[in-house]
């Protein structure tokens, strides 16, 4: 049984940061890809950054340069530093776990559990 909470969303000036934690329980496999996500009214939910067990990680392109994932294996969290907030950054926030075995990709049918979400609204 795999749970995730999301937590450290809020509000926030352009230029601005915030950092999303990810609590993760009952995950035992030793190889998984974990990711984070967000989605706006009206749009399609789309892939931010993905990190797998070995630290390795990937970006959306909108993203790079400005964001950064990481975890902590032993407090089981996962961390997605959001720094140079633009306005375009609006919206919730999912962190993911992947299917078992599943390789890391920033699609969503990657993953099959899905925290419940944290709002970032950026103005």
């Known amino acids: 049984h795999v749970q995730l909470v999301e937590s450290g969303g809020g509000s926030a000036q352009a230029g601005g940061s915030l950092t999303l934690s990810c609590e993760v329980s009952?995950?035992?496999?030793?190889?998984?890809?974990m990711g984070w996500f967000r989605q706006a009214p009206g749009k399609e939910r789309e892939g931010v950054a993905t990190i797998d067990s070995n630290g390795n990680t990937t970006y959306a392109d909108a993203v790079k340069g400005r964001f950064t994932t990481s975890q902590d294996n032993t407090k089981m969290m996962l961390y997605l530093q959001m720094d140079s907030l633009k306005p375009e950054d609006t919206a919730m926030y999912y962190c993911a776990a992947s299917k078992p075995y599943y390789a890391c990709s920033l699609k969503e049918t990657t993953y099959n559990v899905w925290g419940q979400g944290t709002q970032v609204t950026v103005s």
């Open positions: 009952g995950y035992t496999d030793s190889t998984y890809c």
